[in-house]
């Protein structure tokens, strides 16, 4: 598989400025809109606006929940299905796709999608598939009250953040001043998909699903997080994002690996510790082994719509979406702040920040190949017993070379 | 009891469990023969907010008319049960040619991901197992020894192991073991260790996993041993003491065979929910250390984004496979006496 | 019902009359009252931890500087301007409606319970009444059945609800808690009717009583503490299950635990954890007073049927 970043979009256009036009949502013809989505505040914010799409002629009916990935194939299989818009990110729009379950978007965005930026159109083979409106990544959190009193510079490789922490340890800071997101499971795996981000190399070889990690470059990604736990808490197999903040605030951590929509929360100066929140930066991932590629995947949060759906629910559901997403939305700050909307009118904050940082650094998208929700999962089983000091790399990558091996010939990928 | 008279009392419990549970039952085994078609792949170019790439993809139209024609998948026989992710026959050949030693075959062949959900889970089982029976009992002796006033409330507190949902009771928990945490923090004090921490060794995850288990499941025994305690016959216990038994043998020769139907009852509840221990793992983030076969399935069902389910569906058959071992020596019990009976 | 309490407080009187003829040894019993002492706290403690953090600011409760801040509130003092606050409260109940989900739980509970009830006396008792080899083979079966894990059957049930347009509505979930709840329904009751004495429904049938009419006039009136320790655990189960409801309710239709779920947030969103910690101290209240209530007939119920195993 040969990825190329073709273009980076313009900046200017992606995360874009633009007049907003207020109006009150007007749909045109009747219909049903049925919105299924995670359950979260950034996300809230789009469907209920959305749902002010009700009237006499169109009925807005939504169900956001945690478990929304693991029943849209099952709610999407039925004809009619059972909702119409489908609220995904990168990874859980590729079992929609493998199961043919949404409908090319083209002239639906032609007929009412004026608001929307060229970036936020997803298209696959040349068909949108699907409209993103936030993006996500992985960024390197700091200290830079720290950094400047011990006189560090900020790392822009791992190599220099290995040494950063060796410098604030020796400096009688911190003893363990690195935290990244280390607990089995989706987490690991995704920092190890990071890291061997950054050497560049395919995770598959060209043109088969067979698994291409089992190199010089898998081995060296691997020693390089354990590194990483050399400066890490002995509680390190359990560091997931969401108990960052007490470590964070307590000061046990100069670093982290943090992920861009949660940013805002440790850099708020209304929270538990002011002064720590004050002096907490954020930049681009460190790259590593001279590759100059920030270790990190991008994601993008979008919607897709089903394809069992009469036109008129179609038309409906996607003005009540291109209601929601209008610039007004990021016009009201608090919305504005809850992550790096790609909407139309949005001004860049912190948390949008890094995302741009990244991209500019040349970070890819996380992949969307239908088997690398399987690599990533066996990741995330077999990496702990190496990280521990209980197996060497070479084990642990043939250990997800063969948990990897066996799921994809189940799923039918491999002969 | 006539067969129509009998089949009319119980025709809606079965109906229910035929429906919701036998069903799906079938077609979980059905499904662990079978996996899914060859995919067929395209190549095309995805473009997205942060540029185009050029990636793989499932041909959705190619693979919907060989579902179609085959909706199971291809038949894949038990070729499920016996691969590297399951039984793993062939790594355990592999492995047994290239080691020595046993204590070696034995530490790789526990590497193999089946293998080691299995050691956990039989590991909780046997352990939590009795300590849950002999606590309760010792709870309900207790209580049951108290004024009544006070028997109410202390009820009501044992109890709560068992009612505040385990997503909150082991996130609180989760919280107060930490090194820094109350209970954590003490631990350090009281063995003069403080880099003691129980999130950080295999081990010490371990115990923490079993104490958690018997705190939440002992309250299940101790009611039913308690109600138990009520029922013993009084005069046997007074001719006991008459005879001149201490309180000691009155407990080990009247109480504990009066209560053995009820210790039995109890096992058979919790070998089969304890060789099914999957929400303490997820609540004490213990991944790392401890995996157990229901982790299994639901890292196969909902770790990713597209399920597992042939795969899930062997490791559930396995598992219930795993129970009714464990439970022949109850079931053998119950058709003595079901025998003894009719 | 009157019978039987007066009964009961003939056997009571004079057991305790003799119970204090021969009084325990003074060092037994501080033992025993210690141990018990000893697990209230071990049982209560975490719950009553939660209870008082439940008032406290997220950087107190969950916070690693020292755990003493969540006695204190020294952050819950700096971000509200009092020691305690109901901010966690006031956000589950009424930000994210935590209301409605405690009335999906009402209804959740109450059906399947009743439900539950209603099928296990009937499947229960017949299977405890009738002979025959088969009715071994269900028993052994409906264990068989308790053995899947829940997760894997959930997974099956997806597809065919969505199908038939089932999907995410109340009546479903409790079909299905009930469905799953059998096995153990089952066990129980046939235990506790093996205990009732058969000459009572069979002398009721020699006075010309259907079956039917002999459970009903013989066998119900004397079979409710069995029936109410049962509906404890089956209400636990309906009460506290995450697998089921999480997957086949929509979100207006949830129940508490997934709702709480919901406000533990995510690897890449944050959670409102306060609020989940509010909603689980608010929920713990109503089984205080449904325990008290009932406590003493979950104990006499006990009594009388699962002796026998």
Redesign the interface.
């Known amino acids: 598989m040969t990825k190329t970043l073709l273009a980076t979009t313009s900046l200017a256009a992606l995360f874009g400025l633009a007049g907003a036009a207020s109006a009150q949502c007007t749909i045109e013809g009747e219909g049903s809109v049925r919105i299924l989505a995670n359950d979260f505040q950034a996300l809230h914010a789009v469907v209920s606006r959305a749902t002010e799409c009700a009237s006499d002629s169109v009925e807005v009916t939504t169900n956001e929940t945690t478990e929304h990935k693991d029943i849209q194939v099952a709610a999407l299989s039925t004809d009619p299905a059972a909702y119409t818009v489908a609220v995904v990110a990168n990874g859980s729009l590729v079992p929609l796709l493998n199961e043919g379950l949404t409908r090319p978007l083209d002239d639906l965005v032609a007929q009412y999608g004026q608001n929307l930026q060229e970036s936020q159109l997803i298209r696959i083979n040349g068909e949108i598939m699907a409209i993103a409106f936030m993006a996500n990544s992985q960024m390197l959190h700091y200290r830079a009250d720290l950094l400047e009193e011990n006189g560090i510079a900020v790392p822009t490789t791992y190599e220099e953040l290995l040494e950063a922490s060796a410098a604030l340890r020796e400096a009688g800071v911190m003893e363990t001043p690195l935290y990244a997101s280390f607990l089995p499971g989706w987490d690991l795996g995704e920092e190890f998909i990071n890291m061997y981000m950054g050497s560049g190399q395919p995770f598959f070889e060209d043109g088969s699903a067979q698994v291409a990690i089992n190199n010089e470059a898998g081995i060296a990604a691997l020693e390089m997080m354990k590194a990483m736990t050399e400066y890490m808490g002995p509680d390190m197999m359990t560091y997931n994002s969401n108990e960052a903040q007490p470590y964070w605030e307590n000061e046990e951590v100069a670093f982290m690996t943090g992920w861009g929509s949660r940013t805002a929360a440790f850099i708020d100066e209304n929270g538990a510790v002011p002064e720590i929140a004050a002096a907490t930066e954020v930049v681009a991932m460190p790259s590593w082994g001279g590759n100059g590629i920030p270790a990190t995947t991008l994601w993008w949060d979008g919607f897709a719509m089903a394809k069992n759906i009469s036109e008129e629910d179609a038309a409906a559901s996607f003005q009540a979406m291109m209601y929601a997403l209008s610039p007004e939305l990021v016009a009201d700050p608090e919305v504005a702040g809850l992550a790096a909307w790609l909407v139309n009118g949005y001004e860049p904050q912190p948390a949008a920040e890094g995302v741009i940082a990244n991209m500019q650094a040349g970070a890819a998208p996380y992949p969307m190949t239908p088997y690398m929700g399987l690599l990533h999962t066996a990741l995330g089983d077999n990496l702990a017993e190496f990280l521990q000091g209980q197996e060497s790399a070479e084990e642990a990558l043939e250990d997800v070379e063969a948990a990897y091996t066996t799921a994809a010939t189940e799923a039918g990928f491999i002969q | 009891?006539p067969?129509r008279?009998?089949s009319l009392?119980?025709l809606?419990?079965?109906l229910?469990?035929l429906?919701?549970?036998?069903l799906?039952?079938g077609?979980?085994i059905y499904q662990s023969l079978f996996?899914?078609?060859?995919?067929i792949?395209v190549?095309?170019?995805?473009?997205?907010?942060?540029?185009?790439?050029?990636?793989?993809?499932?041909d959705?139209?190619a693979?919907?008319q060989l579902r179609a024609e085959e909706p199971a998948?291809?038949w894949n026989g038990l070729g499920?049960y016996f691969?590297?992710?399951h039984l793993a026959f062939e790594?355990i050949g592999q492995i047994w040619d290239r080691t020595e030693t046993w204590g070696q075959f034995l530490d790789q062949a526990m590497?193999l991901?089946f293998y080691k959900a299995l050691g956990f889970t039989l590991a909780y089982t046997f352990i939590v197992t009795p300590f849950v029976i002999i606590?309760g009992f010792?709870?309900a002796?207790?209580?049951n020894?108290?004024p009544n006033l006070a028997?109410?409330p202390?009820?009501?507190?044992?109890?709560?192991?068992?009612?505040?949902?385990?997503?909150?009771?082991s996130?609180?928990?989760f919280?107060?073991i930490?090194?820094?945490?109350?209970i954590g923090?003490t631990l350090q004090t009281i063995f003069g260790d403080p880099?003691l921490?129980l999130?950080?060794s295999?081990t010490l995850t371990w115990v923490t996993l079993f104490v958690y288990g018997v705190?939440h499941s002992?309250?299940f025994a101790f009611?039913?041993f308690?109600?138990?305690l009520?029922?013993v016959p009084?005069d046997t216990m007074?001719s006991a003491?008459v005879d001149g038994a201490s309180?000691r043998e009155q407990v080990r020769f009247v109480v504990i065979p009066y209560?053995?139907?009820?210790v039995?009852?109890i096992a058979?509840?919790q070998l089969?929910d304890n060789?099914?221990v999957?929400e303490p793992i997820v609540g004490?983030?213990?991944?790392?250390?401890a995996?157990s076969?229901?982790y299994l399935?639901?890292?196969d069902?909902?770790?990713?984004?597209?399920?597992?389910?042939?795969?899930?569906?062997a490791t559930?058959v396995l598992?219930?496979l795993g129970?009714?071992v464990l439970?022949t020596p109850v079931?053998i019990r119950?058709?003595r006496d079901?025998n003894r009976?009719? | 019902m009157t019978d039987t309490t007066a009964a009961d407080a003939k056997l009571i009187a004079p057991r305790r009359r003799r119970r204090s003829a021969t009084a325990k040894p003074l060092p037994l019993i501080a033992l025993s009252v210690g141990f018990v002492a000893l697990w209230v706290i071990a049982a209560a403690f975490p719950f009553l931890w939660t209870a008082w953090g439940s008032f406290k600011v997220e950087a107190d409760f969950f916070s690693r500087q020292n755990w003493m801040n969540a006695v204190t509130g020294v952050q819950t003092l700096r971000q509200t301007g009092e020691a305690f606050t109901m901010d966690g409260y006031e956000g589950a109940w009424i930000e994210q409606e935590f209301w409605r989900a405690v009335i999906n739980t009402a209804i959740v509970t109450f059906f399947v319970t009743t439900i539950s009830l209603t099928f296990g006396t009937l499947g229960g008792y017949a299977l405890a009444r009738s002979g025959f080899r088969y009715t071994f083979w269900i028993l052994i079966m409906a264990l068989i059945f308790r053995a899947m894990p829940h997760v894997t059957l959930v997974s099956g049930y997806l597809l065919p609800f969505f199908e038939l347009g089932i999907w995410g509505y109340l009546p479903t979930t409790i079909i299905v808690l009930v469905a799953i709840n059998q096995p153990f329904t089952l066990w129980m009751l046939h235990s506790f009717f093996l205990s009732i004495p058969k000459d009572l429904d069979e002398s009721a049938m020699v006075d010309g009583c259907t079956r039917f009419q002999a459970f009903r006039l013989a066998v119900i009136p004397v079979m409710w503490p069995g029936v109410i320790t049962t509906g404890l655990f089956s209400f636990l189960l309906a009460y506290n299950d995450f697998t089921v409801t999480s997957m086949l309710l929509t979100a207006e239709n949830q129940t508490m635990v997934p709702k709480i779920n919901s406000f533990l947030g995510s690897t890449q969103a944050e959670g409102k954890v306060m609020y989940a910690v509010a909603a689980v101290v608010s929920a713990i209240a109503p089984l205080f007073v449904l325990i008290m209530f009932f406590q003493r007939q979950i104990v006499s119920g006990l009594t009388a049927g699962a002796v026998k195993g």
Request: glycine content about 6%; proline content about 6%.
């Open positions: 009891m067969h008279t009998f009392f119980i809606p419990s079965l229910a469990m429906l919701f549970v036998a799906p039952i077609s979980v996996i899914e078609h060859e995919q792949m190549e095309v170019e995805n473009c997205g907010p942060f540029g185009c790439t050029t990636e793989r993809r499932v959705a139209e693979m919907a998948g291809r499920t691969n590297a992710g790594r590497n991901p606590l010792c709870i002796l207790g209580v020894a108290l028997k109410g202390v009820i009501f507190f044992s109890l709560l192991p068992m009612i505040v949902t385990p997503l909150i009771g996130l609180v928990l919280w107060m930490d090194s820094r945490g109350i923090a880099t921490s999130k950080a295999p705190w002992a309250p009611v039913v308690y109600a138990g009520q029922g009084k007074e003491m309180r209560l053995m139907p009820l039995v009852f058979l509840m089969m060789f099914r999957f004490f983030s213990a991944e790392a250390n995996t076969l229901s399935i639901y890292s069902l909902r770790g990713q984004d597209t399920p597992l389910f042939a795969s899930a569906a559930s598992t219930t129970v009714i439970l079931l119950t058709w079901f009976k009719a």
